[in-house]
């Protein structure tokens, strides 16, 4: 720590604990909660788990991929808490038809169990 | 999208002390001290006037002549140490009531509860006594005193070392058992790879040539109870005829004084009605005597007893302690001890920054004997009907002890939560507390102003030797890692 000068045992294992934390946030993300933000290019996102993609303004009108593809990456990892079609018993081949995502999203269809 | 977190400060439970021109906190929530620059100074003081949102403290610390980047990182520095905190921070978890099966470190053993002086204010047999020993043994037995030490063993779970202290009563009345005890104790550890250590108290009348020789080659610590010089000490350390002790102990003491070496011997004041001249008292047994710690306490008392100490003792008392305070700080800067334990003893607790979930280790890594084999949480509730935790034969009983813990948390006291002395004081002695409100979770409200006055000196003792000497405070840590 900067200001403030470890005296007992106590506090030397709090300035090692600070010191930790604040080197695990030089690598943080802090995108779009820093109070002045970056300048980021329209059509680009700084977040890119499925669910949390945002544009510069905040909204998902300018991102260059589109929000339906989050359904196709639940659909293999399981992140999303949305229904999506079972793959392991009832539905195999939902994707099939969809290799890459961001080129083939639209075959993914919707199914009727 | 979410909003972004704004943070809205205040200062954290700090309390804040000054030595030789530097600013220091003493941080309550942890019990860590920390030297401040300006900036922390700066940050602390808006924060005393009003919360301040994150941005606005930015903002008022650039105007102040930070720089935005220096500004955050200060903010976020004091944010992790907790010396602020945010509404959004999370309230770090009171100390937990310690698991039921808490090994045990030590026990103390009531060897007798006969005494052959008749202190007119002991706790044990005074006007204030707790204990109800009608009925029960008078000595204890070689068979519970084996029981103890195997319970101790049994209890300890994987403690490489622990400690058996002979009490009483009057200890040395049955010294026979605690040469067959030291014997014992030291076969069953070694046996078991562990090692085990004593301690002893005692009034010093009943000690002999070969008591001495004894407890110096078997390296028995020695603590003495003596209230000071002939007149303080006759005025109630007495015979049951009413006749002084300090001609017997004297001639003995230094006879003990000159041939144990092997361990620190203390005397252990106790301050009474009149018997208030701690300087005096301090000069008689450490440089007289030769004593290697004196330490003093108020004696206990109901609070109605002719012979408490009363405000204006205390008053007395207080200003002596600081006398000899600036006498131990001196002796520290040129690096020597000085011998003043209740000084010693909180730069100790000071030094490791200390946090406790209760006053002391009674009931938790330390429990009393008494001669019938109950169980008690500290050799003051010896013979106690009202404070019986088990006995050596069936075990600690972990309702009881559960019930005792419980009640004696600091977190279960209100008026503590409050206080920034919390950390080292805990709410003071259970057995304090039950004489004083028949309640060992009560805090001992008579003793708080006192308490933090001494804290605070002895942080600023700690402040000064900080900046002045610190190469002493290291090796004082160290010694107090080995003892």
Not at chain 1, 25 to 51: E, I, K, N, W, Y
Not at chain 2, 368 to 389: I, K
Request: proline share 4%; net charge negative.
């Amino acid at each position: 720590m900067k200001h403030l000068r470890p005296i007992n045992q106590k506090a030397k294992a709090i300035d090692e604990s600070v010191d930790t934390q604040i080197a695990a946030m030089q690598d943080d993300v802090v995108a779009l909660q820093q109070q002045v933000r970056p300048h980021v290019p329209m059509g680009c996102t700084l977040s890119f788990s499925p669910g949390w993609e945002v544009d510069a303004s905040g909204g998902t009108a300018g991102l260059c991929q589109p929000v339906e593809r989050d359904i196709y990456d639940c659909y293999v990892t399981c992140f999303w808490p949305v229904q999506v079609p079972d793959h392991v018993n009832y539905s195999p081949d939902w994707a099939s038809n969809c290799s890459a995502a961001a080129k083939d999203w639209r075959s993914l269809d919707i199914i009727f169990p | 999208m979410s909003a972004p977190l704004t943070h809205t400060y205040r200062s954290g439970e700090v309390h804040r002390f000054d030595a030789q021109g530097q600013d220091f906190i003493y941080l309550v929530s942890a019990g860590a001290i920390f030297a401040l620059d300006g900036a922390v100074g700066d940050v602390l003081a808006m924060l005393d006037s009003a919360e301040m949102a994150h941005a606005d403290l930015v903002t008022a610390l650039t105007g102040s002549g930070y720089s935005a980047a220096d500004a955050e990182d200060l903010v976020r520095e004091l944010r992790l140490a907790r010396v602020i905190v945010s509404d959004q921070t999370v309230a770090a978890p009171a100390p937990a009531k310690p698991e039921g099966d808490y090994p045990l470190q030590a026990l103390v053993l009531n060897v007798t509860n006969q005494c052959n002086l008749a202190c007119t204010y002991c706790y044990e047999f005074g006007a204030d006594k707790i204990a109800t020993p009608n009925g029960k043994p008078k000595y204890m037995t070689i068979d519970t005193a084996k029981a103890s030490v195997d319970l101790l063993l049994a209890q300890s779970g994987g403690r490489p070392a622990v400690h058996i202290t002979f009490f009483g009563g009057e200890t040395l009345m049955n010294f026979p058992l605690l040469r067959q005890v030291v014997a014992y104790a030291t076969d069953q550890a070694t046996a078991q790879g562990r090692t085990i250590t004593f301690s002893l108290t005692t009034n010093a009348t009943l000690l002999t040539d070969e008591i001495i020789e004894f407890l110096a080659t078997q390296q028995i610590g020695v603590t003495v109870s003596i209230d000071g010089p002939k007149e303080m000490q006759d005025k109630r350390r007495v015979y049951k005829s009413g006749k002084g002790s300090y001609d017997v102990i004297e001639p003995k003491l230094r006879k003990l004084i000159a041939r144990h070496r092997t361990r620190a011997i203390t005397a252990r004041v106790t301050l009474s009605k009149g018997v208030t001249d701690v300087v005096s008292i301090f000069r008689h047994l450490r440089e007289d005597i030769g004593f290697h710690e004196v330490g003093f306490a108020p004696v206990t008392e109901s609070g109605e007893q002719a012979y408490a100490l009363g405000e204006e003792g205390m008053v007395t008392v207080l200003e002596q302690f600081h006398q000899l305070a600036d006498e131990w700080l001196d002796y520290a800067l040129k690096g020597r001890m000085h011998g003043f334990s209740n000084v010693s003893e909180t730069i100790g607790e000071l030094v490791q920054g200390t946090n406790k979930s209760h006053p002391c280790g009674a009931g938790l890594g330390l429990l009393g004997v008494g001669p019938s084999g109950d169980l008690s949480p500290c050799h003051r509730f010896t013979d106690a009907d009202s404070h019986v935790m088990g006995h050596v034969s069936s075990g600690i009983d972990r309702k009881a002890q559960g019930e005792f813990l419980t009640k004696g948390h600091v977190g279960a006291k209100y008026e503590c939560q409050s206080c920034w002395a919390r950390p080292l004081c805990a709410g003071g002695c259970h057995h304090e507390a039950f004489v004083r409100y028949g309640d060992t979770g009560h805090a001992n409200l008579h003793y708080c102003d006192w308490i933090r006055e001494w804290t605070d000196t002895c942080l600023k003792i700690q402040g000064t030797l900080a900046v002045q000497n610190p190469e002493f405070l290291e090796k004082f840590a160290e010694r107090k890692g080995l003892s």
